[in-house]
């Protein structure tokens, strides 16, 4: 198998993300267990911090991943705006992909609503070489709604995709906003539009991301998120990956993580490995479900539909061997 690209990760920094969802997810924290604890008490940012990303790539190494996508995210129109803006993570993005050369490479997150988006997206794709444009519509803008429309045809005009957030997310988010069907608007109004459904609609919106992404030839299917069912129901999980490749083509998927850097997320806390194992061990598990995978599906799955998407060239070169070709 060659080298694996993860399309769906992040990497934060210190004010990277505004301070009212650290707050508001403190709250969510403190309430999940009686008593309730004092949100106060609950420090989430510290947990997320990864700036340089040393424990990103010591967490993307362990898995055998090649190289990470990694995706903006601009949460600052509806929640307040961070201390670093939005320009100043795209620039840390660059940075990073001269440091990382063929294995970072960063999406630019930009809301729709913000009055220099468009000059945002150009300087992104054309001074930073940032590789697509990631929106985040539960922010509170459905991805129909035509202020979003100059953004789709200046992507169309440097030739990037679009991801968009479609996993069912609460508080202090809006769910409605994410649901797969109203990417079906988008994808009538811009037929040639590359379109990536991010989370394939985790947890309860498979099916409708899956038909959506069937009936229109430029969009994929990123599969990051419904790695939550690889411990609790293995099967089910196996057979809705076997599912996704029958309904839209491997050729059409895309290996993702959602994989967050930061202690949080690393070292014994890290399911990331554990993941790749589990899709690439989905031809066997496919055979004991009475179903067939071949290598060149999975080729494709595992980088070779990332890569071609984002143009990526040979991202992660021998970098990312699976530990199996290696030996």
């Not at 510290?46 to 424990?55: R, Y």
């Not at 940075?95 to 990382?100: D, S, V």
């Not at 220099?116 to 509170?140: F, H, N, Q, R, S």
Request: charged share 25%; net charge negative.
């Amino acid at each position: 198998m060659g080298s694996i690209v993860d399309a769906h990760i992040h990497l934060f920094g210190d004010g990277h993300l505004p301070r009212a969802w650290y707050r508001k997810a403190a709250d969510r924290w403190a309430a999940a267990a009686w008593p309730r604890r004092d949100p106060a008490a609950i420090d989430i940012e510290s947990g997320l911090v990864d700036l340089e990303g040393t424990l990103l790539f010591a967490e993307l190494e362990k898995a055998g991943i090649a190289a990470g996508v990694a995706m903006g995210l601009d949460w600052g129109i509806s929640l307040g705006e961070p201390r670093i803006p939005v320009r100043a993570v795209h620039q840390h993005y660059r940075e990073m992909q001269g440091r990382f050369a063929g294995r970072f490479f960063g999406v630019a997150g930009i809301d729709p609503r913000r009055p220099d988006a468009v000059a945002l997206l150009e300087e992104a794709i054309v001074d930073l070489g940032l590789k697509a444009l990631k929106m985040y519509p539960p922010c509170g803008f459905f991805p129909f709604d035509p202020v979003c429309f100059p953004l789709y045809d200046k992507c169309l005009e440097l030739g990037v995709p679009v991801v968009f957030h479609t996993a069912l997310v609460g508080f202090p988010h809006v769910p409605r906003f994410a649901h797969p069907l109203n990417l079906g608007d988008v994808q009538a109004r811009y037929p040639s539009l590359a379109i990536v459904f991010a989370h394939a609609g985790y947890p309860v919106w498979a099916e409708e991301a899956m038909e959506l992404v069937a009936h229109h030839p430029n969009s994929y299917l990123d599969i990051s998120n419904w790695n939550a069912l690889m411990d609790r129901d293995p099967d089910r999980l196996a057979r809705l990956l076997l599912e996704m490749r029958d309904t839209v083509g491997a050729h059409r998927m895309l290996f993702a993580s959602d994989h967050l850097g930061g202690r949080r997320f690393s070292g014994s806390r890290s399911r990331l490995a554990q993941w790749v194992n589990f899709v690439q061990e989905l031809p066997d598990r496919a055979a004991r479900l009475g179903g067939t995978v071949s290598s060149e599906e999975m080729q494709l799955i595992m980088g070779e539909n990332a890569r071609r998407l984002y143009k990526l060239g040979d991202a992660g070169g021998e970098a990312g061997r699976s530990t199996s070709d290696q030996r």
